[in-house]
């Protein structure tokens, strides 16, 4: 498996995967317009123009990708960490979390976020260093869980 840059040729690509890997969280909370099931292609082209993607490909195969911005000066926002369900536990989302935390190492800060019932994830990040720092209602049913992580390379 490599981690690499994705380009937007690869949107497609991504596109279908953050599908597939979003499915399991629609159940979670019964919600299938969640945004990550709901996006177009076109509105994830566009996002390459603000975002740095990364993907994970093993044997000429997309199987996972994250992305993330710089919004606000010294905080790293990273988005829709996804791995495909067959290579799920190897390893791949920590490997795209550390890469590109190497790649916004000048942040202060990290942030992402989740819903509460996704224990998994949560589980991946506390495991990662990062700690909630605040929740919000969005709906009666999914509360969104925001994590941080403090760069101690940059701390003063």
Known sequence: MIIEKAKEMDAEEILTLQRLCYIGEAEIY???TIPPLIQTLDE???????YYFLKAVDDGKTIGSVRARISEPGT?????????????NQGIGTALMDEIEKIFHE???????????????????ENLGYN?????EL???LNLVYFEKINENKKG
Request: glycine share 4%; with cysteine.
């Open 139 to 141: 709906t009666p049913d």
């Open 132 to 136: 909630i720092f605040k929740a919000e």
């Open 44 to 50: 994830i082209k566009a996002e390459f123009k603000n």
């Open 30 to 32: 019964s919600d299938y």
């Open 76 to 88: 790293c926002y990273i988005g829709r960490l996804i791995v495909h369900p067959d290579f799920q």
């Open 107 to 125: 942040c202060e800060r990290w942030e992402l976020m989740t819903g509460h019932l996704s224990k998994k994830n949560v589980k991946l990040y």
